[in-house]
C-alpha cells in the first residue's frame, strides 16, 4: 500500500489566491519530508526540506515567503504556495526516507493549475 | 554544488537492451539512485548503489563508479512498458541531512 499519500491530488485556483497541500506520510514517523517540484518534461527539482518542529530549509531561488511549509507531526507536513501566479502552476510532489535511508518514498503527486 | 548529467532522449527497440548513463559531481556523495517515472506520476524506485561495481535485479541493472562519478542503468529484454523516464538521482549529505538531487531524466522511448 501507500506510503506517503498526498491531498489533493489535483487542483485549481485563481490568480491570487492561496493554495494548501498536504503530505502525509503514512507508515512511519518523518522527523524530515521533502516537496518537490516538476514543470512539463523536466525533472523532480527540491524545492525545500520539512523539518519537524523548526523552520524549512528551503534551496536556493526558492521564496520561502510565496512557499510556506509547516511540518507540525511527525507524520505530516503542509505546503502552502501564496498568492499563487500561473507560472506556479507545476506537479508538486513531496518524499519522506524510508526508516534506515535506503529508499525515498514519494507520495503521489498534486497538480496545481493556477489560471 | 551539484551537478548530474544525463542524455535528454533514447530510443530502443522491444526486446533488445539499453545502457542509460549518468555522470554526476557532488561534494557530499552518499549513493547513486535510479528512479523510473512515467507520465504524471510519482518516481518509483528502480535501484540503488553506494559501492562500486554493479547491482543486478532482474531486466534492470545499475553499475556505479565513484572515482570516476560515473553510473548506468542497464535494461535488458524491453518491453513497451518500459517507455518512460528515468531518473538518476544523487544522495547528497551535505548539511548535515540525506537529501536527494535529481538528473533532468532521461525519456526513453520503446518501439516494436
Known amino acids: 500500500g501507500a506510503v506517503v499519500s498526498q491531498h489533493p491530488s489535483r487542483v485549481i485556483c485563481k490568480s491570487g489566491t492561496s493554495v494548501k497541500i498536504e503530505c502525509r506520510s503514512l507508515d512511519f514517523q518523518a522527523t524530515t519530508m521533502f516537496w518537490y517540484r516538476q514543470f512539463p518534461k523536466q525533472s523532480l527539482m527540491l524545492m525545500a526540506t520539512s523539518n519537524e518542529g523548526s523552520k524549512a530549509t528551503y534551496e536556493q531561488g526558492v521564496e520561502k515567503d510565496k512557499f510556506l511549509i509547516n511540518h507540525a507531526s511527525l507524520t505530516l507536513s503542509t505546503l502552502t504556495v501564496t498568492s499563487a501566479h500561473p507560472e506556479d502552476s507545476s506537479f508538486y510532489i513531496c518524499?519522506?526516507?524510508?526508516?534506515?535511508?535506503?529508499?525515498?518514498?514519494f507520495g503521489p503527486g498534486t497538480r496545481l493549475t493556477v489560471t | 554544488g551539484q551537478n548530474i548529467d544525463q542524455p535528454t532522449e533514447m530510443t530502443a527497440t522491444e526486446g533488445a537492451i539499453v545502457q542509460i548513463n549518468c555522470t554526476y559531481q557532488t561534494s557530499g556523495f552518499n549513493g547513486l539512485f535510479w528512479y523510473q517515472q512515467h507520465a504524471g506520476e510519482a518516481p518509483t524506485f528502480l535501484s540503488y548503489?553506494?559501492?562500486?561495481g554493479l547491482e543486478e535485479k532482474g531486466r534492470f541493472s545499475s553499475f556505479l563508479s565513484r572515482s570516476k562519478g560515473y553510473s548506468y542503468l542497464l535494461l535488458k529484454e524491453l518491453q513497451m512498458k518500459d517507455s518512460a523516464s528515468y531518473l538518476c538521482a544523487v544522495r547528497d549529505i551535505t548539511g548535515g541531512y540525506n537529501k536527494l538531487i535529481f538528473g533532468a531524466g532521461t525519456r526513453l522511448a520503446v518501439h516494436p
Open positions: 518524499s519522506v526516507w524510508g526508516e534506515n535511508s535506503y529508499e525515498q518514498y
Open positions: 548503489n553506494v559501492l562500486d
